[in-house]
């Protein structure tokens, strides 16, 4: 996954959660920025957002982008520079070396570790990692020598940098290759939603404890088009680590991203994480007004929270924005029969590991041993960076758990299915409380009939049987943060070795080149229709929520991440058809001889493919929720796919989806769903419509609705945006 940051902070994700002794943060341009700012007040002559202060102000061309008295937000599309990349995986990298630059345009880096998994603990499993994973990481770091980019352990989970004002997109490779090769990139402008905190958190509520009660309002697509802005009172008495959990976990309702103001906090964060010279810099253009919002800003929607009067919640299983308060939590599992024996709490990653987090549940482990309490189920910790498991180590708390809890300590792997629990998958269903995980359905251990649960890392450690009085955490360690193993740290923006090869074993299982995808258009695409997309078969109708999990499933399968041939078995494995209720099958009306009509759904495509038949996918509600895994954009479209229609999409999705050459369209009419089956052919006839051609031969016309921008068509016909790219 990639994600691009736009950033009055110049703090990427990667570094909120670590910092080394070396300098990683160049200078903040706000002075250029405020110049740029000041021509978009010209322009608009209206009191912005602090969403709109960040993203205008990186416009390429603020003239050409706006004019006064338009709307802009939810119609304009923007022309973007952004200030970095972060990036988890080898897509991006595969895409940008074939784009033949010699180094990438802004500073990148480059966060591996969610190949690690959790099996016996920190240490062993990262040494296990180290092996089975080897020639992708060196995949990995002979890239980041070769173009200049910084070679990162830790997670990099975008949405966190909010918590320190940093505008934090999540984008597709194909995204990102847009900055790395600075290229202009592009945007719809999102809608804003004002989130107004008063008061302040007290008793057992936390920080997670916000957001979960968001989802519970939003759900998991009512921030779609929208960035979250939280602003009033309340928003002071929050930490800054407190802050970017609850701007991580805004992704879960579908949000573009999410973003606090320059608070106290931020400042104190900073300065313990020896970037006072960014606090410096941060505090003179907040007093100047660039890090919040105007007095008279508007939102698009406003909603208000009282933080005093907030309790702990529980969300889930498997839908992130089913909320339930805990006082509440006990009556809901007995009114839907759920399983009421929890089999293992997990805590702590990219999301839940601050020092505040791990501090107030060390709290609780102090009063269970004083009370002579044994937590009664596994307890896993992930600390989310070097720094804070070093912390951790040096300061007792890793030795005060141990003592309390049958403790785990590991690395991210139970966030993204890479928990190995030993058992079969889908051999028992079972309760899982985690405050581990964003998404929740077959992640944390890959089992389908897993009941997991998102909580605060306090009300996790409460249900591991540890009841007591509510604890109290430190904000920031006395001492300072402990840097652990230094050997982890990159070396801050580096210089390309362009002497470096990349080699990639023509043998490997693991990685394989990216070929450029065909253009669907022109004498050597086969399609005799012009600008029209070919005549397209329906390979099945994906019923019910089909987030990027379910296009293309985690745990196991991500050890393919660099080979598209062998992660494309994975399509749409846990989809279920609509028209047959079943998981995993679809109907071949065309079958061959020896061929079953009725096999799985990427066996299909498959034959689809090798019979040169393109085809399309009829899908529901915010189709592509969840993380912004781009395989589930490439791997339908290497097998042939050109057309995805839905009822609606997930943003980051639907982006990626353009990206690599499939059109995106949804329906006019969202009954016209059910009208259209597996074996169908769809044919797109222009200023739009689908023409549909049943297996009993009726025809009918069916509306639908795109999103393209002027530059998103160059990418469909060029057959991908990589392509638009190398053309130009």
């Not at 997670?155 to 505008?167: E, K, R, V």
């Not at 839940?352 to 309490?373: C, F, I, K, P, W």
């Not at 058809?577 to 995993?584: A, K, S």
């Not at 069916?702 to 393209?708: D, E, I, W, Y």
């Amino acid at each position: 996954m990639l994600r691009t940051v736009f950033s009055l902070s110049r703090t990427a994700r990667s570094r909120l959660f670590s910092s080394s002794t070396r300098s990683n943060a160049l200078p903040i341009p706000y002075a250029e920025l405020n110049a740029k700012l000041e021509l978009v007040r010209s322009i608009l002559q209206r009191p912005l957002t602090l969403t709109e202060k960040i993203l205008y102000s990186h416009l390429y061309n603020p003239d050409a982008c706006l004019s006064r008295g338009s709307r802009v937000r939810g119609e304009t599309y923007l022309q973007l520079k952004p200030q970095r990349v972060a990036m988890q995986d080898a897509s991006a990298q595969l895409q940008f070396i074939s784009s033949n630059l010699d180094r990438v345009a802004v500073p990148t880096s480059i966060h591996c570790d969610h190949l690690i998994q959790a099996v016996e603990g920190a240490e062993q499993d990262l040494a296990k990692s180290i092996v089975s994973n080897k020639e992708v990481f060196d995949f990995l770091e002979s890239a980041a020598k070769k173009y200049g980019i910084e070679f990162w352990g830790p997670d990099s989970h975008t949405p966190n940098a909010g918590g320190l004002g940093l505008l934090a997109i999540g984008v597709g490779g194909a995204d990102a290759v847009d900055a790395l090769t600075g290229t202009p990139w592009e945007l719809q402008a999102p809608r804003v939603l004002g989130i107004k905190l008063s008061g302040h958190l007290s008793g057992w509520a936390t920080p997670k404890d916000v957001i979960l009660h968001i989802a519970s309002q939003l759900t998991v697509k009512g921030g779609t088009g929208y960035v979250i802005e939280y602003f009033g009172p309340g928003v002071e008495s929050l930490s800054c680590t407190g802050a970017a959990t609850i701007c991580n976990n805004g992704a879960e309702v579908g949000a573009t991203t999410s973003i606090f103001p320059y608070t106290n906090a931020m400042e104190r964060y900073l300065k313990a994480t020896r970037r006072t010279s960014l606090a410096k810099e941060a505090a003179e253009a907040a007093a100047n007004g660039q890090l919040t919002a105007d007095n008279d800003a508007e939102y698009d929607k406003v909603l208000e929270i009282n933080l005093s009067n907030l309790e702990p919640y529980l969300n889930g299983p498997f839908t992130p924005d089913l909320g339930t308060p805990l006082s509440k939590f006990a009556h809901t599992v007995l009114e839907n029969s759920w399983t009421p024996e929890i089999s293992a709490c997990l805590i702590g990653s990219c999301t839940n590991s601050s020092y505040e987090d791990m501090t107030s549940v060390e709290h609780l482990a102090q009063q269970a041993r004083a009370a002579g309490l044994k937590a009664k189920v596994p307890f896993l910790v992930t600390p989310g960076s070097e720094q804070i498991r070093a912390t951790m180590e040096r300061d007792g708390l890793i030795q005060s758990l141990e003592s309390a809890t049958p403790t785990l300590i590991c690395y991210s792997g139970p966030c993204i299915g890479q928990w190995d629990r030993g058992e079969s998958k889908g051999s028992r269903a079972s309760t899982c409380s985690a405050s581990i995980a964003d998404r929740i359905y077959l992640r944390n251990d890959g089992n389908v009939k897993t009941l997991n649960f998102l909580a605060s890392p306090t009300t996790v450690t409460q249900l591991t049987g540890i009841r007591l009085v509510p604890p109290t955490g430190q904000e920031l360690p006395s001492a300072g943060f402990s840097l652990g193993r230094e050997d982890l740290y990159p070396v801050p923006f580096p210089e390309p070795q362009p002497d470096i090869q990349v080699v990639i074993d023509p043998s490997s299982q693991r990685l394989e080149p990216l070929e450029p995808f065909e253009s669907h258009f022109g004498p050597t695409s086969g399609n005799d229709r012009g600008f029209e997309l070919p005549a397209l078969k329906v390979l099945l109708r994906v019923g019910g929520k089909c987030t990027t999990d379910t296009i293309s499933a985690a745990g196991p399968w991500l050890r393919y991440k660099g080979h598209l041939t062998n992660i494309s078995e994975n399509t749409l494995i846990t989809a279920i058809n609509d028209e047959l209720g079943e998981m995993n099958i679809t109907v071949d009306h065309d079958a061959q001889s020896g061929e079953p009509s009725r096999d799985t759904i990427p066996a299909v495509a498959k034959r689809f493919k090798s019979r040169n038949v393109p085809w399309a996918l009829v899908v529901g509600e915010n189709y592509g929720e969840g993380s912004a895994r781009e395989h589930a954009a490439l791997q339908p479209r290497f097998y042939g796919c050109k057309l995805i229609v839905s009822q609606s999409f997930a943003r980051i999705h639907e982006t990626n989806l353009k990206k690599q050459g499939v059109l995106p369209v949804t329906f006019a009419n969202k009954d016209d769903y059910k009208r259209i089956g597996a074996g169908d052919i769809l044919e797109t006839i222009a200023k739009i419509a689908l023409q549909v051609t049943k297996q009993n031969g009726e025809r009918f016309t069916v509306p639908v609705l795109h999103t393209l921008s002027k530059d998103q068509i160059s990418w469909l016909r060029a057959g991908s945006a990589l392509n638009a790219i190398r053309q130009s």
